[in-house]
């Protein structure tokens, strides 16, 4: 069974920078693409950002091109979302989300995580 922990989630400025991570308990994680998706209130989850098992492919959202960068530590089985030059539409709900192939659809991926808040102030 894997576990999805997400950190780093708060209340920041818009301009800011937070960096969000996910402790991945499986076995499976060396293996594993990893994305993150996003929630708004009354909205549908949407996609952020991915990257593959190897962390030689990612793919991002047109609305975070440039201002956020995923990664991940195989080592440390953690992945990492960098955000910068936050903005008021970022604030929402992330998640993460591990799964046996990178993609931007949510049902690619097989395991979430609880979700952390992250709040931009105008």
């Known amino acids: 069974q894997v576990q999805l922990v997400e950190s780093g989630g708060g209340l920041v400025q818009a301009g800011g920078s937070l960096r969000l991570s996910c402790a991945h308990s499986?076995?499976?994680?060396?293996?594993?693409?990893m994305g993150w998706f996003h929630q708004h209130p009354g909205k549908e989850r949407e996609f952020v950002a991915a990257i593959s098992w190897s962390g030689g492919t990612t793919y991002y959202a047109d609305s975070v091109k440039g201002r956020f960068t995923i990664s991940r530590d195989n080592a440390k089985k953690t992945v990492y979302l960098q955000m910068n030059s936050l903005k008021s539409e970022d604030t929402a709900v992330y998640y993460c989300?591990?799964?046996?192939?990178?993609?931007?659809?949510?049902?690619?991926?097989?395991?979430w995580g609880q979700g952390t808040q992250v709040t931009v102030s105008s």
């Open positions: 989300a591990a799964g046996p192939y990178i993609g931007y659809n949510s049902r690619v991926y097989h395991y």
């Open positions: 499986g076995r499976t994680f060396p293996s594993d693409a």
